[in-house]
């Protein structure tokens, strides 16, 4: 797919491989991953913004099952309390379910996908069920989906249900950045404020306040103004003086 491309392509894929669910994974900024879910052509579909990515390499985990082989499904009560939660199991047992009678599948099971809601996210878990004493072992991946809005066609169409308290992963970030912002600024004011203070200190310790008890001020001076050029001294003439020796020589 070309970027420029709707998701309504998508569609056209699903047609062309002979398929009626479609799990479609968008990359946005090379940081953000969103998840489609979708039953296609007439829909419905939910957008999800996929976290916590844990994949099976990150995690080595002991667990282990067969490729193909038929997967149990859990779901959490909470899906049967609200509708939309109600609608987004369909969807997931739908999707993630064997068809019947699938070639391509194995007469057996020997995992669990878990989906749990928690902190009004859905949190997905993939089990090994050991056959001595049908305990569960993780094998991965992990992720958590934070459902954005469920939509009544497939890839669009009008809105059924929208997040209320869906906040984009640009917005977290900006909150972020303006946080780190104001404690710079924080400390930056905490710094000026102590400057104050010692530059303050400084100048207490500098001018002493007991310095002009004992001064007493000086006695003014009548200002006098000559009306008349002084006198013209004299050059005093500098009479010549022998040096010492010629003294001492005359006697």
Not at 63 to 72: E, F, I, Q, T, Y
Request: glycine content about 4%; proline content about 7%; hydrophobic content about 35%.
């Amino acid at each position: 797919m070309d970027r420029k491309d709707k998701l309504f392509v998508v569609n056209e894929v699903c047609e062309i491989k002979n398929c009626n669910k479609c799990l479609f994974f968008e990359a946005k900024k090379k940081q953000d991953l969103y998840m489609w879910i979708s039953n296609s052509p007439h829909g419905p579909s939910a957008k999800f913004l996929v976290q916590n990515i844990h994949t099976l390499a990150e995690l080595k985990m002991t667990g282990n099952c067969l490729k193909g082989s038929r997967p149990l499904l859990s779901f959490d009560p909470k899906f049967d309390k609200e509708p939309h939660f109600s609608l987004l199991k369909e969807l997931f047992t739908q999707t993630f379910s064997t068809p019947r009678y699938h070639p391509k599948s194995q007469p057996f099971v020997d995992h669990v996908f878990t989906f749990t809601i928690a902190d009004n996210r859905i949190w997905f878990r993939n089990y090994q069920i050991i056959e001595e004493d049908a305990s569960l072992v993780e094998i991965g991946p992990r992720f958590v989906l934070q459902l954005i809005k469920i939509f009544q066609g497939s890839f669009g169409g009008p809105t059924l249900y929208e997040n209320p308290g869906f906040k984009s992963p640009n917005m977290h970030r900006r909150e972020i950045r303006l946080a780190a912002a104001a404690r710079v600024r924080e400390k930056q004011m905490v710094k000026d404020v102590l400057k104050m203070k010692r530059t303050e200190a400084k100048e207490d310790l500098v001018t002493d306040i007991t310095a002009d008890v004992f001064m007493t001020p000086a006695e003014e001076k009548p200002v006098h103004i000559e009306t008349e050029a002084p006198e013209p001294k004299m050059p005093n003439k500098k009479k010549y003086k022998a040096f010492k020796r010629q003294r001492m020589a005359r006697r």
